[in-house]
């Protein structure tokens, strides 16, 4: 179809954003439409900002963490210890 069969496009807005390995992307916005703070930079998948000499900081990502790491991030090593002592204590059937 051409333009004269859709009648008029809408007007546009292109808008710079910056991830902070220094890629530009330039998506193009209608006018009238709310333009985000941030946008996925196509290239490495890093948050942009409009801000060329200030971009947004990488998203920060945890290492693997074994359910074990999460247990001990909960409980003390006292309070391991009387858990450990009553599972042993009901399987002696002294409870």
């Known amino acids: 179809m051409g333009e004269a069969e859709r009648g ?3 007007p546009r807005l292109r808008i710079s954003f910056w991830c902070s390995n220094g890629h530009e992307t330039v998506p193009s916005f209608a006018s009238d439409a709310q333009i985000p703070d941030t946008w ?10 409009k801000d060329r000499d200030n971009p947004p900081d990488p998203p920060r990502t945890e290492p693997y963490k074994t359910h074990l790491a999460y247990v001990r ?3 003390s090593d006292a309070d391991g210890e009387a858990i450990l002592a009553e599972a042993l204590a009901k399987l002696r059937g002294e409870i």
Do not use: L, M, Q, Y
């Open 40 to 49: 996925d930079c196509p290239r490495c998948g890093f948050p942009a900002g």
């Open 73 to 75: 991030e909960r409980r």
């Open 8 to 10: 008029e496009s809408a």
